[in-house]
């Protein structure tokens, strides 16, 4: 099965003003086996209050072999080079071993052009109107949670 190197990444974005009251928080969300085409995911929530600010995931692909890994990384190369030129995103493959991949990707929610993202599967939304979005923390972790992953905060 040919895998692709990004990270679709769950959560919710919702219309309306988001809430910043609060301290900082990071709650982190961990699958607890498989996720999609991972062998497993982990997912950071920078938040103030329910509005996420910062997301970062770091998930695992296993290849067949040596050779299957690396076509995969060249042919996602370019991939990553557009992902690279939006605005508040960053993504990246980083070499475990000879047979498996971190697909890393960091989005700068207050930055990153949460619509654009959506319409190129990088977000799983769940929105009816696309004005003014948000990534909601509890909506977000519920979704993860129903998935199977065990979410943390700090």
């Given at each position: ?74 042919n996602a190369q370019a991939n990553l080079d557009a ?44 929105t009816e109107n696309s004005k003014a979005m948000f ?20």
């Amino acid at each position: 099965m040919k895998k692709s190197l990004f990270v679709l990444v769950a959560v919710l974005l919702l219309t309306g003003c988001g809430s910043n009251k609060g301290k900082e928080t990071t709650t982190t969300c961990k699958s607890s086996g498989s996720y999609l085409v991972y062998e497993s995911s982990e997912q950071e929530y920078v938040s103030k209050g329910d509005s996420v600010k910062q997301l970062n995931s770091k998930s695992v692909l296993v290849f067949n072999s040596k050779e299957e890994l690396d076509a995969t990384v060249e042919n996602a190369q370019a991939n990553l080079d557009a992902i690279n030129e939006l605005e508040g995103v960053e993504a990246s493959v980083e070499i475990i071993d000879e047979t498996s991949a971190y697909d890393i990707m960091k989005i700068n929610l207050d930055k990153a052009d949460l619509p654009r993202l959506s319409e190129l599967g990088i977000l799983q939304v769940n929105t009816e109107n696309s004005k003014a979005m948000f990534v909601s923390l509890k909506q977000s972790v519920e979704l993860l949670e129903s998935e199977g992953f065990t979410c943390e905060s700090k």
